[in-house]
């Protein structure tokens, strides 16, 4: 990758992270944002799970950002051209069959969970895996960052994001 591909990729990678951080790949006119864990690996695909509220109801949805599929795009300058003005994310989102009672309980947790914000010792990130996890609107919203292993000062966090990890792995679009 040359150069000014490497610096379009970044941009598009920015861009397609942010569209999943803002909650833009959800219809928010017919759900509400409550929760969201994502996993954000340095060279496979970004991952998102999301807890929304719909009137009454939690659902949940899986949703993965196909950055392997989207990177062969900025390979070079030949290939780039072909994908103008500017490349559509690829994302795929599925429901998970998640009951309402668990979700509400992730819910609960994430809200008993007393955390400083104050900036971690590992929220850099080069090679591997990066990690977020949103409250909503419901819990004071708040977005915690942090690579690869919990911060010590978030070991409260550790069942949640567990459990969060276990609902991925119930999903059709779960891939190791």
């Known amino acids: ?10 941009r598009f990678r920015e861009h397609a992270v942010d569209h999943l951080r803002s909650f833009a790949h959800v219809d928010t006119t017919k759900y509400r944002p ?10 496979s695909d970004t991952r998102s799970i999301d807890i929304l509220q719909q009137d009454n109801t939690l659902l949940a949805f899986h949703t993965v950002w196909r950055t392997t599929t989207d990177l062969p795009r900025f ?8 994908h103008l003005p500017q490349p559509i994310p690829t994302y795929e989102s599925v429901p998970l069959n ?32 990066s990690y ?11 977005r915690l960052r942090w690579h690869s292993t919990l911060p010590p000062e978030w070991k409260s966090l550790h069942p949640i994001c567990e459990k969060f990890l276990a609902m991925e792995r119930e999903s059709e679009l779960y891939a190791e």
Do not use: C
Not at 104 to 129: C, F, M, R, Y
Not at 135 to 142: I, M, N
């Open 98 to 129: 998640i009951g309402e009672p668990t979700l509400q309980h992730l819910l609960s947790a994430i809200g008993e969970v007393d955390l400083t914000s104050s900036p971690t010792a590992n929220t850099a990130s080069l090679d591997g895996t």
């Open 1 to 10: 990758m040359e150069l000014q591909q490497q610096h379009e990729w970044q």
């Open 34 to 43: 409550a929760a969201q864990f994502l996993i954000l690996p340095s060279f």
């Open 75 to 82: 390979a070079n300058p030949v290939e780039r051209l072909k």
């Open 132 to 142: 977020e996890l949103y409250a909503g609107p419901e819990t004071d919203s708040k």
